[in-house]
Structures are given as structure tokens and as C-alpha cells.
């Protein structure tokens, strides 16, 4: 079975943020890039530095103010991976979907 995270792989991620509940999927990821794990709660004012992930994984609850902060703190060539988002419109509005795997979107700035 082929890896929901191929494109991350190329991607090349050595950091990884988990915001939200993401119920250890984070750290598969992270397992999987072989990348350091960062995790926080809120979307909200995230007390990191701009561009500092390659990969954000978030839970389903991303609102306006919550991708204006994971577009800070995610690296220009950076990806997110969305956990089955609430809206799969709201997604789509604001990022370009690379992977499909049932409910886990990633995508790109």
C-alpha cells in the first residue's frame, strides 16, 4: 500500500507542527520523515517563529484567523496535512490540495 505521505517525503520535512487534536497522527507523520514533532492546542497566536515548519498536521477545526497563523508559521515551500476539515470548501479556498487519502487532504499555500 502506498504511504499517504510520499509528497511529504520529498518535501524533505524536518519540522513538524501538530495543532489541535490530531490523535497521534502527527507523529506517524513525523515517524515517518524522520522530523521533529512540535505540538500546541490552539490555532490561535501560536508562540513560534514564521516560516519555522516544513509541515503543519491540524485538526479539523481551521477557521479565518486559524490559517492566517499556520500560513506564518509554515515554510514558503511548505505543506499542510488536514484532518478530516470541517468544510472541505473552506479548505479549497485557501489551499491548493496535492494528496487525497479519504479524509487526510494534503495541501499546499
Do not use: K, N, Y
Not at 478530516?84 to 479556498?93: E, G, I, K, N
Amino acid at each position: 500500500m502506498r504511504s499517504p505521505f510520499e509528497s511529504l517525503a520529498r518535501a524533505e520535512a524536518r519540522r513538524v507542527l501538530e495543532v489541535g487534536s490530531t490523535a497521534g497522527f502527527a507523529i506517524r507523520v513525523a515517524r515517518e520523515l524522520d522530523a521533529e514533532v512540535v505540538a500546541v492546542g490552539a490555532f490561535e497566536e501560536l508562540p513560534l517563529p514564521d516560516h519555522a515548519f516544513e509541515c503543519v498536521v491540524a485538526a479539523p477545526e481551521l477557521t479565518d484567523a486559524a490559517v492566517q497563523e499556520v500560513r506564518r508559521v509554515l515554510h514558503e515551500a511548505g505543506q499542510l496535512v488536514a484532518l478530516a476539515p470541517q468544510s472541505q470548501w473552506f479548505l479549497l479556498r485557501h489551499f491548493t490540495v496535492v494528496e487525497r487519502r479519504g479524509d487526510i487532504f494534503l495541501c499546499e499555500p
